[in-house]
């Protein structure tokens, strides 16, 4: 009778050179979206030569690029011709409503990747060695403004949904660190009886306002400008969104901004938070596990929260127990009772 024998794992130095070279990866995703190719391909130039006279570059180019997008899982290669995968065709086409190629301008921004230039040194103080992006009137959010919404709709539909916006009720809805503003634009898109209240720094609320006034929805956009811990936030609030803040904190900042929320909500209303929540391990899903890195380089004290930090702390914070929507993606959304 035949016996197998197991083999000891053998090391193996592809992870650390592939890690080291990621880089590359990143370099090759933004030069194929400054260069449009995957609207390109989508176009139907699928062969080098095509590529090369559409992008004014050159075939060995090409090429090289867009076979290394195949390796990497953004495209597809059958005889010598490209094609998009699902995710690129909805993503990283130019022409789809869900293009996200504008994220470069605000991931790649020099306000955002500047934090990550000695990261060591911010393992070393435990956060940010640059100040971060949490300062007041920060730049960096007017870009992340214009840049992020495409990633943003699918939650704001969700959102929108959770709060039950189709049914028409009156509501009045307080969005802190509105941004771009499409959460509260979407309910209010939705619900015709909405009321939405933006909070913001100035600068950004600028955009939030011309997102609104696209939606038509204007004369039911009001607007705070100032910080989420200093201004008077109102009250008499139904719905009051969280969306991609606390994690820039750490638990006591959130929940001192959490009472404040609190006493803003009528009765019986309910904060509505969107946050990257990784598993109580800490290492997985992957997506809202690593985002703990982006908070040590990018804040003082932030972090990626379980799901249990975040009910203790708004339970803390006087409300009841939350419930947790895992979104596809990397987030999860979490309503909370007042």
Not at 95 to 113: D, E, I, K, Q, T
Not at 191 to 202: E, H, K, T
Not at 287 to 307: I, K, N, Q, R, V
Request: aromatic share 8%; proline share 7%; with cysteine.
């Amino acid at each position: 009778m035949a016996t197998t024998t197991t083999q000891p794992h053998q090391p193996n130095p592809e992870l650390i050179f592939e890690t080291l070279n990621a880089y590359q990866r990143t370099n090759a995703l933004r030069a194929a979206i400054d260069l449009d190719l995957f609207t390109a391909i989508a176009e139907g130039v699928t062969t080098a030569a095509g590529l090369a006279g559409r992008l004014n570059v050159a075939e060995r180019g090409a090429r090289i690029l867009c076979d290394y997008l195949t390796v990497v899982g953004f495209l597809t290669k059958q005889n010598g011709q490209w094609s998009l995968t699902p995710d690129s065709a909805m993503f990283l086409d130019r022409r789809s409503p869900a293009y996200m190629g504008a994220m470069v301008r605000f991931l790649h921004s020099p306000g955002l990747m500047g934090n990550f230039s000695d990261l060591a040194a911010a393992v070393k103080k435990g956060g940010s060695v640059t100040g971060g992006t949490v300062e007041p009137e920060n730049p960096v959010w007017v870009e992340f403004a214009h840049s992020m919404v495409p990633l943003m709709a699918m939650p704001a539909d969700f959102i929108a949904g959770v709060v039950d916006a189709d049914a028409g009720a009156p509501c009045k809805v307080l969005d802190i660190a509105a941004g771009h503003g499409i959460f509260g634009v979407t309910i209010a898109r939705r619900n015709p009886n909405a009321r939405i209240v933006a909070l913001d720094w100035g600068m950004v609320l600028e955009v939030a306002r011309e997102n609104a006034a696209k939606a038509g929805v204007s004369d039911r956009y009001e607007t705070i400008a100032g910080s989420a811990f200093e201004v008077d936030l109102g009250k008499d609030y139904d719905v009051v969104l969280l969306t991609n803040f606390l994690h820039h904190f750490d638990v006591p900042t959130c929940e001192g901004l959490l009472r404040r929320v609190h006493a803003a909500l009528k009765p019986g209303g309910k904060a509505v938070t969107l946050e990257f929540v990784p598993n109580e391990d800490r290492v997985s899903p992957p997506a809202a596990a690593t985002f703990s890195l982006m908070m040590l380089g990018s804040t003082p004290a932030g972090d990626a929260y379980t799901f249990a930090e975040l009910d203790r702390m708004f339970r803390n914070s006087g409300f009841g127990p939350s419930e947790a929507h895992k979104l596809p993606g990397p987030q999860t959304v979490i309503v909370s009772p007042a």
